[in-house]
């Protein structure tokens, strides 16, 4: 069993940055691979960013590249979420969660443990 807590959202001007913590106990962390999803009211929870076990392959959605940036740090069992010239439709509870496969993973079926969420608001 893995154990995620999301912190670091909060309510913003568009423009601004925020970065967001997942921290992980219960399992070796380096033999997940981990994901960042949100969900905006009354949408669908989809992938924003994901790094594979060892961070050197990551992945973002088209609607944050160039804006986000994912990694994570093994030694603390923490990934991280930087997200930088928020626009208000960034606005959602972002998720992070855990999976056991290898790769790089964008589908939210491919992880077993989840966060859950912290509120990320971005005022226009």
């Known amino acids: 069993q893995v154990q995620l807590v999301e912190s670091g959202g909060g309510l913003v001007q568009a423009g601004d940055s925020l970065r967001l913590s997942c921290a992980a106990s219960g399992r070796t962390f380096s033999n997940y691979a981990m994901g960042w999803f949100r969900q905006a009211p009354g949408k669908e929870r989809e992938s924003v960013a994901a790094?594979?076990?060892?961070?050197?392959?990551?992945y973002y959605a088209d609607s944050v590249k160039g804006r986000f940036t994912v990694s994570r740090d093994n030694a603390k069992n923490t990934v991280y979420l930087q997200m930088d010239n928020l626009k208000p439709e960034d606005t959602a509870v972002y998720y992070c969660a855990a999976a056991s496969q290898w790769g790089v993973l964008r589908w939210r079926s491919a992880y077993d443990y989840w966060g859950q969420g912290t509120q990320v608001t971005v005022s226009s």
């Open positions: 790094i594979s076990r060892g961070g050197t392959s990551t």
